[in-house]
């Protein structure tokens, strides 16, 4: 049986695998909970047959994943989109590596979790609650500010 395991230990399997009936085996992945592809290489088949040929598209595609995370993490401090870089960077490793693979597959989990949950309503009621009261000390601190010294640059302020 070709089947690997995925990280959550449910075993995918491929689409030649299931029986005639179009099910899986037990502990299989389920088609309905979203198409999983298999872990592992997605070169080319004519890369894949030549072992010196792989080896070179792996390095290049880790030499273009790194240059392009590279630049990801250098926009996080300069103006850019850094974050999104940085994962587009992990997708083009996740063409050829199974550890990137399975890190964007828990970052998507975990992104999706972190989005259900900000929908939650009581979530939803709570963060409004906090950032009327953010803005209300705010205002609040500029007023006092203002019925303080005016409106004054703070370099002009002589006290």
Do not use: C
Not at 36 to 53: D, M, Q, W, Y
Not at 59 to 87: K, N, Q, R, Y
Not at 89 to 103: C, D, H, P, S, Y
Not at 123 to 141: C, E, F, H, K, Q
């Amino acid at each position: 049986m070709h089947a690997e395991s995925d990280e959550r230990g449910r075993v995918v399997v491929p689409e030649a695998v299931r029986n005639a009936a179009g099910k899986t085996p037990e502990g299989a992945a389920d088609p309905a909970d979203g198409p999983e592809l298999e872990l592992g290489s997605r070169a080319p088949r004519f890369v894949k047959a030549s072992r010196p040929l792989h080896l070179s598209w792996q390095v290049g595609v880790f030499v273009v994943g790194l240059a392009v995370v590279a630049a990801g993490v250098s926009m996080l401090v300069l103006p850019g989109p850094g974050w999104l870089v940085i994962f587009g960077g992990m997708a083009i490793w996740a063409t050829e590596f199974v550890w990137a693979q399975l890190v964007l597959r828990w970052t998507k989990r975990k992104v999706t979790e972190a989005a259900h949950k900000a929908l939650d309503p009581k979530v939803r009621r709570r963060n409004l609650i906090l950032t009327a009261v953010g803005l209300v000390i705010i205002v609040v601190l500029l007023a006092i500010y203002l019925w303080k010294f005016g409106i004054v640059m703070p370099w002009n302020i002589e006290e």
